[in-house]
């Protein structure tokens, strides 16, 4: 009995830090105050980051977090990295075009009519990498409490590849087991 009890015993310690640091790295991180910063936003993503900031306050405000837009009032800081480059070309459909048709100088008629048509236009559009970085940290700490890296390929100019869809999916792959940290890069389709 007591070999099962020393072996029972020493399972338990071998576990045990694994399991305190998860546990003790999600009670750390409960939800409170956080801003969102991006400290290094290449040229070729400095249009795209309000875009992505969104997602990413979105992402955290449906978990609890407070969002705190001014820099430096909040208890926590996400710190968020989108880093994009082209890794070649696709050949792809392309968002629909819009047409108006304007009936000109009819008598009684002040309005122009606009309307989606449908496109099945192929043309050849760049690929690009998207990757985001979040790590969350206590304000004036370095210690990072949660950490995830998400990435996707996708064809530039096409309804997969704006902004608004590739944030949303990226941030959502992230944080879909939080508050479990992702030991690897989540690659999303």
């Keep these: 009995m007591r070999t099962k009890r020393a072996f029972l015993a020493a399972g338990v310690l071998s ?3 694994a399991s ?3 546990q003790s790295a999600a009670y750390s991180l409960s939800p409170g105050t956080i801003s969102i910063e991006v400290p290094d936003a290449a040229p070729d993503v400095r249009a795209s980051v309000p875009t992505f900031v969104g997602a990413v306050e979105q992402a955290l405000s449906a978990r609890g977090f407070t969002t705190i837009e ?3 009032h909040a208890g926590l800081v996400a710190a968020l990295t989108v880093r994009r480059s082209a890794v070649g070309t696709v050949s792809a459909k392309v968002a629909p075009s819009r047409s108006s048709a304007a009936p000109g100088n009819a008598p009684g008629v002040g309005a122009g009519v606009s309307f989606a048509l449908p496109s099945t236009k192929m ?3 760049p690929l690009q990498q998207t990757r985001l970085e979040l790590r969350i940290h206590k304000r004036g700490q370095d210690t990072v409490l949660w950490q995830g890296t ?5 064809g530039a100019g096409t309804p997969k590849g704006n902004d608004e869809a590739v944030a949303t999916d990226l ?3 992230l944080m879909r087991a939080y508050p479990a940290q992702p030991e690897d ?3 999303v389709p």
Excluded: C, L, N
Aim: charge should be positive; glycine fraction near 4%; proline fraction near 9%.
């Design 20 to 22: 305190a640091w998860a």
């Design 15 to 17: 576990i045990s830090p």
């Design 70 to 72: 001014q820099p430096g």
């Design 150 to 154: 998400a990435m996707t390929v996708r």
């Design 185 to 187: 890069v989540i690659s």
């Design 123 to 125: 043309r050849m559009v």
């Design 171 to 173: 941030i959502d792959a």
